[in-house]
């Protein structure tokens, strides 16, 4: 949920040029990592396609190179575990 209101918040800031909008989107964008993160550390077959999901909203609006090279590594990674099927 976090990574699609940072990923709508985002879309705002730039068509409308706010800050406080900016705020918003940094703001759910930071949960959103943090949520991927513990996410993550429980990788499961249930929580799978949110962590796709999450992982491409999130890529989508990296603007730094090292956090959108961790998220295109991290969804891949997904992809192939799905893929393969996971125990």
Known sequence: MHALLSFSANHLAWTQSSSETRNLQ?????????????????????????????SL??????????????????AGLTLDAGAVGLP
Do not use: Y
């Open 57 to 74: 909203l999130m890529l989508w609006q990296a603007t730094d190179w090292l956090v959108w090279k961790l998220l295109k590594r991290g």
């Open 26 to 54: 940094i703001h759910h964008g930071s949960i959103a990592l943090r949520g991927l993160h513990e996410a993550i550390g429980s990788f499961s077959p249930a929580n799978a396609d949110a962590i796709l999901a999450a």
